[in-house]
C-alpha cells in the first residue's frame, strides 16, 4: 500500500486543522493506520492510530484531548482532527500503516509500522 499524507499548513496557535491519509494500491479496512509526528531534532513521535476491522482507535495520552482520528471510508483515508494548536505541535506529520494481527496489541512504535506516507508540515506560531 502506498501513503499519502496532505492538508499540513501555516496556522496560528489555537485553530485547527485537519490531516488526510490516503492509500493507494491497498484497502485500509486491512490495516492499523497510525499519525505520527516528528519535530526538528527530536524523534518520531506516535499520535494516534486507528483500526479498520474493529473500529478501535488509540491516541498518546498528552494528545487525545485536542486530536481525533477517524476514517473516511468512501475516500479510503484516515484522517486526523487537531485542534487548539500550540507551537509545540509543530512538527512533520507522517502516517504510517500496518497488517492488522491476530493479537490485541495496539501498536505505537514506528518500527511497528510498515508502510509510511511523505509527511505533511505543520507549522503553528505564536
Known amino acids: 500500500v502506498q501513503l499519502q499524507a496532505y492538508g499540513g499548513g501555516l496556522v496560528q496557535a489555537g485553530a485547527s486543522l485537519r490531516l488526510s491519509c490516503a492509500a493507494s494500491?491497498?484497502?485500509?479496512?486491512?490495516?492499523?493506520t497510525a499519525w505520527f509526528r516528528q519535530a526538528p531534532g527530536k524523534e518520531r513521535q506516535f499520535v494516534a492510530a486507528?483500526?479498520?476491522?474493529?473500529?478501535?482507535?488509540w491516541y498518546t495520552d498528552s494528545l487525545k484531548d485536542r486530536f481525533t482520528i477517524s476514517r473516511d471510508k468512501a475516500k479510503n483515508t484516515v484522517d486526523l482532527q487537531m485542534s487548539s494548536l500550540v507551537p509545540e505541535d509543530t512538527a512533520v506529520y507522517f502516517c504510517?500503516?500496518?497488517?492488522?494481527?491476530?493479537?490485541?496489541?495496539?501498536?505505537?512504535?514506528?518500527?511497528?509500522?510498515?508502510?509510511w506516507g511523505q509527511g505533511t508540515q505543520v507549522t503553528v506560531s505564536s
Open positions: 486507528f483500526r479498520w476491522r474493529s473500529f478501535a482507535d
Open positions: 494500491g491497498g484497502i485500509l479496512s486491512d490495516y492499523d
Open positions: 504510517g500503516a500496518r497488517l492488522t494481527g491476530s493479537g490485541g496489541r495496539y501498536p505505537t512504535k514506528p518500527t511497528d509500522y510498515a508502510y
